[in-house]
């Protein structure tokens, strides 16, 4: 079977990244956590200044370079070389992130990259503007999405799997929020491409939806 592109877009919370992980496994191919390049420029504006401006974010966007290694399952990210893998998941880094991603000139750096990586074929790529912006001839093409209410309770089990305390309505609010800034932004908001299959897995197992894709993927 000759190496294809996947493009898988959604929202926060949507299973994009564990779906995506397992589709790269079963396949052989390498996954592209394009999210974990936004954070990691978030990251180092944290470092380095006080403010998130757009001039701050600009100027460190100038001279980063952002790597992504994939080994084994697993994807670590670097910051001119150090690594950030941890960090990138911290809650100031999600909260600042969004502002991040909404600067013209970081999406074209990253964009940029993420197409370079996905040259050689292989790849499943996840984001908000993979089909409808980086990638618009992927082979492959999906948008995964969840109700509110679903990926909220899976996001509460998490958190209560590692023992923190988790308030549902919060998570929901903050799901919330979080789709109306990918959405309504004006550069390359999160939208679903109109050549992309759109799965909702409000009511679908994950080994069902990478069933789904995988059987896509061989059609
Ligand atoms: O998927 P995530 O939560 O790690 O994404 C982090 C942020 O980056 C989030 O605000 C959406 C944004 N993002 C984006 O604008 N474009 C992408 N291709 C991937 C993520």
Do not use: W
């Amino acid at each position: 079977m000759n190496k294809k592109v996947i493009a898988i877009d959604g929202p926060a919370g949507a299973g994009k990244s564990t779906v995506s992980k397992m589709v790269a496994a079963k396949l052989g191919y390498v996954y592209i956590d394009t999210g974990a390049m936004y954070r990691a420029v978030a990251c180092k504006v944290l470092r380095e200044h006080k403010n998130v401006t757009d001039e701050n974010i600009i100027s460190i966007a100038k001279d980063i370079e952002v790597d992504l290694t994939y080994e084994d399952g697993l994807t670590k990210v670097f910051v001119d070389g150090d690594e950030v893998t941890n960090e990138i998941r911290m809650p100031l880094v999600s909260h600042v992130v969004p502002k991040v991603a909404k600067v013209g000139f970081v999406r074209e750096k990253l964009t940029e990259l993420q197409r370079k990586m996905a040259s050689r074929g292989g790849v499943i790529m996840d984001g908000r503007d993979i089909a409808t912006h980086v990638l618009p001839n992927a082979d492959v093409k999906i948008y995964l999405t969840a109700s509110i209410e679903e990926r909220a309770r899976r996001r509460c089990d998490e958190l209560k799997a590692k023992g923190y305390e988790t308030d549902f309505d919060s998570i929901a609010k903050e799901i919330a929020f979080r789709d109306k800034q990918d959405m309504e932004r004006d550069l390359a908001p999160l939208i679903k491409a109109d050549d992309a299959t759109l799965i909702d897995s409000s009511d679908m197992t994950i080994d069902e939806v990478v069933e789904k894709i995988l059987k896509m993927c061989t059609d």
